[in-house]
């Protein structure tokens, strides 16, 4: 009844975090602020729950317009970015989906369940991307989708606007450029939206994971296309006047945001000071670290009650790689004190 293939692959790992500090999926620590509960509380409350939600979302559409520059009918919402990624990879015209590797694990995963050709490009070791050889292997593979973390998963790095611009300028298909951190970044690639190129956005990293709200910015002709793989009442209604009341206090997560990139950066300053790791560039709410012996380091972390991620693998790009968000400034120091112990 079920596909071999899928039998085969082993299911997407939540692990467990009970109980334990988690500086592993990126999430924003810090919490609604009291003042925002009950009103928001009070307006679910009167929620019609009885009804469908609003299938259409032209009000949600519009503010999100609104606040991106863009027109109500170059908005496309999923639940979460991930759902906006099932639509394009469903929606894509035949040849294969470009990825750098390592990036964000979705495109791939999603792109197999689907039964479609993948075609990644090693990154650098230092995980630049080299933009010509990407651009030959999408010609190559005659890629109709390309998918570009700005910044990148799990690496952290942005890709420089030079090679996005030759990149869009030379790619035939669809360069989708996934802006998930884009509030912990120094810029945005929103200016290049265009025939060929589209823009993901999420509100999972600035506060609001429990929500699952994404959307995709692009051309009004695509999005009316994409729109039709998209399932009819996908945003709940309760999602729904979530994301309007938080769009009128945008400012609480931009503030919470501002404060996170500060906390980078004195993580990444205590860090840099230890001799025995290695910590890259990150514009992104985490950072990525090489230690001489990952998998102990994730193991005695997490005996400290300390969860991240870990990204070890023997002989790949991200050999000895850990990843950790930025937490409250009690967690990072908590995480700062826990690894000079182990390392
Ligand atoms: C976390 C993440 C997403 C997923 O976001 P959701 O909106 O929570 O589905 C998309 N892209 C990248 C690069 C991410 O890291």
């Known amino acids: ?42 307006l679910l409350g009167a929620s019609d729950i009885n009804r469908y939600p609003d299938a259409d979302m032209l009000d949600l559409r519009q503010r999100i317009a609104e606040r991106e520059g863009v027109n109500a009918d170059q908005v496309l919402i999923g639940n979460g970015s991930d759902e906006i990624i099932q639509m394009l990879i469903m929606a894509a015209d035949q040849g294969a989906c470009a990825v750098p590797k390592p990036t964000f694990v979705m495109y791939e995963n999603i792109a197999r369940w689907l039964k479609r050709p993948v075609a990644s490009l090693p990154l650098k070791p230092d995980f630049s991307l080299d933009a010509m050889a990407f651009l030959n292997m999408c010609a190559r ?54 025939r060929n190129v589209m823009l993901l956005r999420t509100f999972s990293k600035l506060g609001m994971a429990g929500l699952r709200l994404g959307y995709a910015l692009g051309d009004a ?51 840099t000071g230890l001799t025995k790791v290695e910590v890259f560039p990150s ?13 102990a380091v994730f193991a005695g972390l997490k005996d400290a009650g300390i969860l991240i991620k870990n990204l070890h693998a023997k002989g790949s790009l991200l050999e000895n790689c850990l990843r950790v968000t930025i937490g409250l400034p009690e967690e990072n120091d908590r995480f700062i004190n826990a690894l000079k112990e182990l390392i």
């Open 283 to 295: 514009q992104a709410n985490f950072l990525l670290l090489r230690v001489a012996k990952a998998d």
């Open 1 to 42: 009844m079920i596909r071999n293939d899928i039998r085969a692959i082993s299911a997407y790992h939540v692990p467990d975090s009970d109980g334990l500090i988690k500086l592993d999926a990126m999430e924003n620590p810090y919490p609604l602020p009291e003042n925002l509960r009950s009103e928001w509380a009070r």
């Open 141 to 194: 593979e005659k890629a109709s989708l390309a998918f570009l973390a700005c910044p990148n998963n799990p690496t952290g790095n942005m890709w420089p606007r030079e090679d996005i611009q030759k990149i869009t300028e030379n790619f035939r298909g669809l360069l989708v450029i996934d802006e998930a951190y884009g509030p912990f970044a120094e810029q945005t690639y929103s200016d290049m939206i265009g």
């Open 221 to 271: 002709e695509i999005i009316a296309d994409l729109n039709k793989v998209r399932l009819p009442y996908n945003i709940n209604s309760l999602t729904q006047i979530s994301v309007c009341f938080f769009l009128d206090h945008y400012e609480v997560f931009e503030e919470q945001a501002k404060k996170i990139c500060g906390e980078r950066e004195r993580m990444r300053a205590a860090l």
